[in-house]
């Protein structure tokens, strides 16, 4: 019978089917970080049960991590503890554990693929729902609750019914200045936030054939946010070219074994989706939130749609413009910024840095705004230096974090201020998100770099024009 | 974690008749700084609940004392956001047992399954009748009956029955959890491990 990539990857890890339940579903990678992790080990002590395959399991730290100053002891105390944890727990187990300060430290899905830990055709699980991120590599990449964490730790496998099947394709090719980012926040503003609540999505056509495992990176990494479970790509020539020869990446004959069962790894001709969505990549602009979801979204040249013609309550809708300070029908372009994110999973790659440093080169951070600029890893820090991106934001005005989600969830000290707007890269503008209070705009490092230098809501083209 | 056993649940509700609530305003993420899985009920729903200051928002359900129960009612994609459990965990640790919306995000509805919370999926012009008589009447009473699988507006007699799959239900029904079916295939996971490609 026909198979989907999806299909492949799933049914070859189903341990067992349970009638009228869930499928067991054998795991063969799990991340952890420090959130989401100390409650499941204590089940494991209480149950007096060791971690069954130690070597499938990586912790880093990254969601409640200063981004200044790592080299200080971690001052606020909560925090501390949940760190402290994660080291001896991973320990006590045998987990490799790179906590702060260690060099390989960073956002969980960012190191990740650094370092080969996601593998095309692999079953990937972690605390955190942008899991979806590893689906880039043809791997099925979800998140999962701190229950499911303890399951996997304790027997290698979680117990979920399998996801419908949904094709999301973009054909034609993006236009100047649209990005990976923007695809995302485009197709989630058609499918709405519940839009693929219970399907599993392949993204397929020229866009992403085209597009860099980084890009691809961004792209599943907002899977989530339109109610996926994840998303995945096929893996080609790019994926594997990225994979070969990483620290975890399977070496002299388990590479040339790999290689073939990649190869496998695509959806047949033939094969059918419970659903399936088509649109035209060229249509898309840069795109720009303006409400409390990430389903909010409209190309930067749109004005904000009436309640009307947006799915969802109209009280619903009120309430969240309302939280933004923002009305129906107002202009996107030239509103106020005040606050501007670079990082997170979605966006804390080397290319989003260049993009970001493409346009904010010899010109000026606008004085209105204050700029956090927060590598995903040390590996990615150490490129924005290595390739001169340094001295580029340093003379623009800018200055560098060091690795962690950040403002991104805001569960360290990188709060967003009540009230202040923020042009951010990360994947959620939910209320409070980025802070009590915060008003966040999501958008690509393109649209947050032509804020920083303008001080308002700007559409990178203009900026790109200019220097072309 | 053991949770309580779950069969039949008879209870006023706490109506909350907002779309999209997610994860971030269940449980904001500065108060994932726990350890243990204690206290998380206490921080439920706190920006909607209490101003910057800590004083109670009068205007938020529950600092309503007319509204109580076990029964938490929700609007449409309720859960959506973050996979933290810490959610599920504030609902239970409040005091609810169930939450009933015409829709659920999928990791918040696995989350509170594995916990001891039962999302009920209800369509959704049952639920806005539940909504409009809870309004009218907060003592209305609603029936949850796990077994039959049915949930029941006493006050009107109006009834809808929801799914949940028989595995899970015997969990519930019986205070299981994953973890305690999965050790028992162990062997079995083993040998499945051996033969993978990766
Ligand atoms: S950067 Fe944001 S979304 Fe990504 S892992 Fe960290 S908190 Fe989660």
Redesign the interface.
């Known amino acids: 019978m026909s198979k989907t990539l999806f299909d492949k990857v799933w049914d070859?890890?189903v341990?067992?089917k349970?009638?009228?339940?869930?499928d067991?579903l054998?795991i063969?990678r799990h991340l952890i970080h420090e959130?989401?992790s100390?409650?499941a080990f204590?089940?494991l002590k209480?149950?007096g049960?060791k971690v069954?395959?130690p070597e499938r399991t990586f912790a880093t730290a990254d969601?409640?991590t200063p981004t200044m100053n790592q080299h200080l002891p971690v001052e606020?105390q909560?925090?501390a503890?949940?760190l402290k944890?994660l080291e001896s727990n991973s320990n006590e187990y045998g987990i490799s554990h790179w906590g702060l300060g260690h060099q390989k430290n960073g956002i969980v899905h960012v190191v990740g693929p650094e370092y080969g830990i996601t593998?095309p055709?692999?079953t990937i699980v972690c605390?955190?729902?942008h899991?979806s991120t590893h689906g880039a590599f043809g791997a099925i990449a979800?998140?999962?609750?701190?229950?499911?964490v303890?399951?996997v730790l304790?027997?290698?496998?979680?117990?979920?019914?399998k996801?419908q099947k949904m094709r999301i394709n973009i054909t034609g090719s993006l236009g100047y200045g649209v990005t990976p980012k923007d695809v995302a926040l485009f197709i989630i503003s058609q499918l709405t936030?519940?839009g693929a609540?219970?399907y599993f999505v392949e993204y397929a056509g020229k866009v992403f054939e085209e597009m860099t495992m980084e890009g691809r990176m961004t792209v599943c990494n907002l899977s989530i946010e339109m109610?996926a479970?994840g998303g995945m790509i096929a893996p080609d020539e790019t994926t594997i070219n990225y994979v070969k020869g990483r620290e975890f990446s399977?070496k002299g004959e388990a590479w040339d074994?790999?290689l073939s069962?990649y190869k496998t790894l695509k959806t047949d001709d033939d094969a059918v989706f419970d659903k399936e969505y088509t649109f035209d990549g060229s249509l898309i602009e840069p795109m720009i939130t303006y409400g409390t979801?990430p389903g909010m979204g409209i190309g930067i040249s749109k004005d904000i749609p009436d309640a009307g013609s947006v799915e969802?309550?109209v009280?619903?809708y009120e309430?969240s413009l309302n939280y933004m300070g923002f009305n129906q029908g107002d202009q996107m372009i030239g509103k106020p910024v005040d606050y501007v994110f670079i990082g997170s999973c979605t966006n804390g790659r080397i290319e989003d840095f260049r993009a970001f440093a493409s346009i904010v080169k010899g010109r000026k951070k606008a004085d209105n705004v204050t700029a956090w600029l927060v590598p995903g890893s040390h590996i990615v820090e150490a490129a924005i230096k290595e390739e001169g991106l340094l001295d580029i934001f340093t003379e623009a005005g800018f200055v560098l974090r060091q690795p962690g989600c950040s403002a991104c969830?805001?569960?360290n000290d990188d709060k967003i201020p009540?009230g202040k707007y923020a042009v951010s890269t990360s994947n959620?503008n939910?209320?409070?998100?980025q802070g009590?209070?915060s008003r966040t705009l999501l958008a690509s490092p393109l649209v947050a770099a032509a804020a920083a230098v303008t001080g308002k809501v700007t559409d990178p083209r203009e900026l790109m024009m200019v220097e072309a | 974690?053991a949770y309580d056993k779950f069969e039949i649940l008879k209870s006023t509700a706490v109506p909350l008749p907002?779309?999209?609530v997610?994860t971030?305003?269940i449980i904001?993420?500065?108060f994932?700084?726990?350890?243990?899985?204690v206290g998380f009920g206490d921080n439920l729903f706190r920006?909607w609940r209490y101003n910057?200051d800590g004083s109670p928002k009068a205007d938020f359900v529950l600092n309503n004392p007319t509204y109580k129960g076990k029964i938490l009612l929700g609007?449409?994609?309720f859960g959506?956001?973050?996979?933290?459990?810490?959610a599920?965990w504030a609902i239970y640790d409040y005091g609810f047992r169930a939450v009933v919306s015409s829709?659920?995000?999928?990791?918040f509805r696995?989350?509170c399954l594995?916990?001891g919370v039962l999302p009920v999926q209800i369509s959704p012009a049952f639920l806005e009748n539940i909504f409009t008589e809870v309004h009218k009447n907060p003592e209305t009473e609603i029936e949850i009956n796990l077994s039959a699988q049915t949930i029941t507006l006493l006050s009107t007699g109006e009834k809808e029955s929801f799914d949940i799959?028989?595995?899970?239900k015997d969990n519930m029904m019986n205070g299981f959890?994953?973890?305690d079916?999965?050790?028992n295939?162990?062997s079995?996971?083993?040998e499945?491990?051996a033969q993978?490609?990766?």
């Open positions: 070859g890890h341990v067992r349970i009638e009228g339940g869930p067991v054998f063969d959130v989401t100390p409650v204590l089940g209480s149950r049960i069954l395959y969601h409640n606020d909560l925090s503890n949940q944890a593998q055709g692999a605390g955190d729902s899991t979800f998140g999962i609750g701190t229950s499911e303890e399951m304790a027997t290698q496998c979680i117990m979920q019914p996801p936030t519940s609540t219970g109610g479970r399977p074994k790999a069962y979801n969802g309550g009280s619903t309430k969830l805001a569960m009540a959620r939910f209320e409070g998100r009590p209070g | 974690m907002i779309e999209n997610d971030d305003q904001p993420a500065r994932l700084k726990a350890t243990e899985r920006d910057t609007g449409k994609n959506s956001g973050s996979s933290r459990e810490h599920a829709f659920f995000a999928d990791i696995g989350n594995n916990i799959s028989s595995y899970k959890d994953d973890i079916y999965l050790q295939i162990k079995e996971i083993q499945f491990a993978l490609p990766l």
